[in-house]
């Protein structure tokens, strides 16, 4: 298995552009969500999605829109890049929400610098 | 989800056993803590997780005290490969929409030769 598999590893943008941050899991999770991580501060929760077709809110949501239409994708989309966007994006998976199944699988991260 | 605190830096000798504290005094009944690691760079990787009674597993072990309010997650014989930024997490294992972990800013372990 691959699990988590995140692309690209680095982009640069203009302010403005937009662009999609791709994110493939291939262990059947049902759910998967992104995270933002910024100089010295942790993960900040931006979408998930509990399964195929539904999607919903994190705590920084603002500038950001998801779809989840298989199973295994779940692409971030940057509509208008700002600079405040600039951060390490975290992609990750879990098998199941509740209970045993709740270990989220992290892929390798994508570096995002909006100039 | 009840709030954790955890020093912000430690160091280790390698080959030691490595304690991590984690404060979580408001935790309630039905919240797990959750040990989760970051190694520079890279994707955070799940640890251990408990609810009660001490862990254990391949990695590390978690202990919580009689009363939940606060853990300690035991490296046993730190490598330097183990050093990592480690965060301590509460939540609830409740299922449902309502999905948020939230890490912190964690503690950075550094294993000293």
């Known amino acids: 298995n691959a699990g988590v598999t995140q692309t690209p590893k680095f982009q640069v943008l203009k302010t403005g552009q937009s662009m999609t941050l791709q994110c493939a899991q291939d262990?059947?999770?049902?759910?998967m969500s992104w995270y933002r991580q910024d100089p010295g501060m942790g993960l900040r929760l931006i979408h998930y999605s509990v399964g195929a077709g539904i999607t919903d809110q994190g705590e920084v949501p603002n500038g950001y829109n998801v779809s989840r239409s298989t199973t295994e994708d779940f692409p971030l989309r940057l509509l208008s890049a700002a600079p405040s966007q600039t951060s390490v994006y975290f992609c990750?998976?879990?098998?199941?929400?509740?209970?045993?199944?709740?270990?989220?699988?992290f892929g390798s991260g994508t570096q995002l610098s909006v100039l | 989800d009840a709030k954790t605190t955890q020093p912000t830096s430690m160091d280790c000798a390698e080959g030691r056993a490595a304690n991590l504290p984690c404060n979580h005094s408001?935790?309630?009944?039905?919240?797990?803590v959750y040990w989760y690691r970051q190694i520079h760079s890279q994707g955070p990787q799940y640890i251990i997780h408990?609810?009660?009674n001490n862990e254990t597993n391949e990695m590390a072990s978690l202990i919580i005290t009689e009363d939940r309010k606060s853990s300690t997650l035991i490296l046993p014989h730190a490598t330097l490969r183990d050093t990592a930024v480690y965060y301590c997490?509460?939540?609830?294992?409740?299922?449902?929409?309502?999905?948020?972990?939230?890490f912190g800013k964690g503690t950075l372990l550094t294993v000293n030769p």
């Open positions: 408001t935790i309630s009944g039905n919240e797990y």
């Open positions: 262990m059947n999770h049902e759910y």
């Open positions: 408990g609810l009660k």
């Open positions: 997490i509460v939540r609830v294992n409740s299922g449902g929409s309502n999905y948020k972990l939230t």
């Open positions: 990750a998976s879990s098998y199941s929400l509740g209970g045993e199944g709740e270990k989220l699988f």
